[in-house]
């Protein structure tokens, strides 16, 4: 019965549609923890890979490359070899059910698939994280550090500190970066990314997140504008100028040619694939050959370890050695868009490294298992009723704070501002503090008085005034008054002030 291609292909829609109401039913019900979070991702990504399986069958299905599908409604149309038959083929269509139906008598019950799908809302995919991960809150990359302090491209510096700069791989110098042991940090630090990011963040495209890096860095390295690769960047295949390569022609003998130095020769050898130690002369001799024979034609005994082996596949070591590079480059900016993606995340680590060095191994040990028990009972006292007989004040995690706390900063001590419309501030600490902030800041706008500090501590509107007044009356006493300090001198020597030489003139005396 369920053979049929058409009911295969209806009962795969049914299974998408169903599959799709379950994902937004479940993407509806809010998470009461971390853990919760990540079961209920994962969760929501294995039905989602389910509906894109399905999907794909169907798209097959509809491809009809075998001309089953056609062929099968062409049986239920009753077209036959001799002709069409519509009764005929609708008989035989009755006569196969009740056959099927005589042999499968339990077959007629029917069953409520709904069932089925609804238990797997209750599914817990298992998720593996180590302990110091702490199901997703905090990253675990001790052995990566390891690797880091133990290289030579690593500095030695405490765990913490390393958290701060492993994402910032632009600052290590770029002839460090050329060694295995830096592309093999690269590579595992990369990886222990990407796997991380998809155990935490499920629902997220990575695939989509990283066309768009290798969009961004394919453009930047062409540009050479890439982040620590400024001078890296290549343009059509070919090897940056840092590799121009020597002409041999203006040099007419090997003497000539050590005039050029060492460490050029040593570059130039190195560039060609050749051996480059030796003193100055045997590094001269050696690369003056290659002015008459080519590389292909010169012994092996003069190349380096492997590199003969390159150049006669046609591939140039120095330009080998940029798509190395490059391969490196882009490594690093997958792992930077990871940091970002993760930045958070990075920063909670950092904060819980540095908590752990202040605790003794009992601490810490008591510590994590109140977090496992916390991520356990952690649903279950949300639903409860929160025991607050004192009264105090929430913290960040919605539960009261420590009764010690409470009366280390004098909470339970109230202070009303009369200035700020008889507002509340409880503590000491707020109350001193608020005499800065907005709501003070305007009460005394509105008053007309400024906020300087000799109107700290001053919470009434009247106490304000008295005081303004006061320093309104001091600053006038030692005020310039012109019309009484100013002075005026007459014709005859005579000095007045600018009252009275004003009053003798207006009546003609002077």
Known sequence: MSSTLLEVTRAAHEEVERLERLVVKDLQTEPNS??????????????????????????EIYADKDNARKDEIAALGGQTATGTNVF??????????????????????????????????????????????????YL???????????????????????????????????????????????????EYLIYFFQRTEPLQDLDRIFS???ADFEEQ?????????????????????????LDLDYYSTVEELMEVGSERLKEELAAK????????????????????????KLDKKHFAKGARGKEQNGVAPATQEVGNLKDIALMEAKMKKLCDLLSETIERTIQNVQKKQALTYEEMEAEREEEETQVDTESDDEEQQIYNPLKLPMGWDGKPIPYWLYKLHGLGQEFKCEICGNYSYWGRRAFER???????????R???????????EITSIEEAKELWKKIQERQGGIKWRPELEEEYEDKEGNIYNKKTYTDLQRQGLI
């Open 273 to 296: 694939g050749l051996k480059s130690g030796g003193t100055l002369q045997q590094r001269a001799e050696r690369l003056f050959l290659t002015k008459h024979t080519p590389l292909d």
């Open 434 to 444: 608020h005499f800065k902030e907005w709501r003070h800041q305007h009460g005394m």
């Open 446 to 456: 509105c008053l007309g008085i400024p906020n300087t500090k000799n109107f700290n």
């Open 34 to 59: 971390n853990k919760d979070r990540l079961v209920q991702s994962h969760r929501v990504r294995n039905m989602i890979d389910t509906i894109t399986d399905t999907t794909e069958r169907l798209i």
């Open 88 to 137: 005929s083929s609708f008989y035989d269509r009755l006569k196969e059910i009740r056959e099927y139906h005589r042999r499968h008598p339990s077959a007629r019950v029917a069953v409520d698939a709904s069932e089925d799908y609804e238990n797997l809302l209750k599914e817990e995919p298992l998720v593996e994280f180590s302990g110091e991960e702490a199901y997703g809150r």
């Open 221 to 245: 390295w062409v540009t050479s504008t890439l982040q620590g690769w400024e001078t890296e960047g290549q343009e059509n295949g070919h090897v940056p100028a840092q590799h121009s390569e």
């Open 140 to 190: 675990d990359l001790h052995e990566l550090y390891n690797q880091y302090i133990n290289s030579k491209f690593g500095k030695e510096i405490e765990y913490s500190a390393y958290l701060d700069v492993f994402s910032r791989p632009h600052e290590i110098p770029r002839k460090l970066k050329m060694t295995r042991q830096y592309r093999e940090y690269i590579e595992k630090l990369l």
């Open 212 to 214: 768009k890096v290798v």
